[in-house]
T-cell receptor, first 109, second 114 residues
Framework: KQEVTQIPAALSVPEGENLVLNCSFT??????LQWFRQDPGKGLTSLLL?????REQTSGRLNASLDKSSGRSTLYIAASQPGDSATYLC????????FGQGTILTVHP | DVKVTQSSRYLVKRTGEKVFLECVQD?????MFWYRQDPGLGLRLIYF???????EKGDIPEGYSVSREKKERFSLILESASTNQTSMYLC?????????????FGPGTRLTVT
């Protein structure tokens, strides 16, 4: 059974810092990995999707990497802003999508 | 842009009522999903559908049923609502665009059963 773990559970940083969120998964037989953002009381917004054959994807200040063999992914956020404050979830797709518990990010001015 | 809409943002129902949650997507996606999200338990898959009139149980189907009569619409039904079904319900869809099957989520329905 696939298990997805996200570390840290919560992170608080000052504005402008570069930061890394971590995601690990137990079964490397995946089709892809997706990073989401969730604001309080809202749905999930897809940020990046990395196919199993890819090593990384970039969108603006976000960069996600995937090392399938070691079961790890990282989401790098450059020059963080208060508007980045949210919960970040990673999810891996094997037969279905399995989610981690999320990292709660707070960026303070 | 993919759009997934849900019929209600907030819903309050009484124990024993039959509850319908509706989800509509506008991207001709073949796959649709219903999740519930609870603090400390994360997102859990209730049911999914990969085609019209097709449905598959997820991890926690007990107490729920679904209906997919049209490709764009996927309904979640609580036959007799109970207080332990108080939760945030999230609908999602995905399609074979570029082979990615990226999932797109709706805004969620916060259901309270009293």
């Amino acid at each position: 059974k696939q298990e997805v773990t996200q570390i840290p559970a919560a992170l608080s940083v000052p504005e402008g810092e570069n930061l890394v969120l971590n995601c690990s998964f137990t079964d490397s037989a995946i089709y892809n990995l997706q990073w989401f953002r969730q604001d309080p009381g809202k749905g999930l917004t897809s940020l990046l999707l990395i196919q199993s054959s890819q090593r990384e994807q970039t969108s603006g200040r976000l960069n996600a990497s995937l090392d399938k063999s070691s079961g790890r992914s990282t989401l790098y956020i450059a020059a963080s802003q208060p508007g980045d404050s949210a919960t970040y979830l990673c999810a891996v797709r094997g037969g279905k999508l399995t989610f981690g518990q999320g990292t709660i990010l707070t960026v303070h001015p | 842009d993919v759009k997934v809409t849900q019929s209600s943002r907030y819903l309050v129902k009484r124990t024993g009522e039959k509850v319908f949650l509706e989800c509509v997507q506008d991207m001709d996606h073949e796959n649709m999903f219903w999740y519930r999200q609870d603090p400390g338990l994360g997102l859990r898959l209730i049911y999914f559908s990969y085609d019209v009139k097709m449905k598959e149980k997820g991890d926690i189907p007990e107490g729920y049923s679904v209906s997919r009569e049209k490709k764009e619409r996927f309904s979640l039904i609580l036959e007799s609502a109970s207080t332990n079904q108080t939760s945030m319900y999230l609908c999602a869809s995905s399609g074979a665009s570029g082979g990615s099957y990226e999932q797109y989520f709706g805004p969620g329905t916060r259901l309270t059963v009293t």
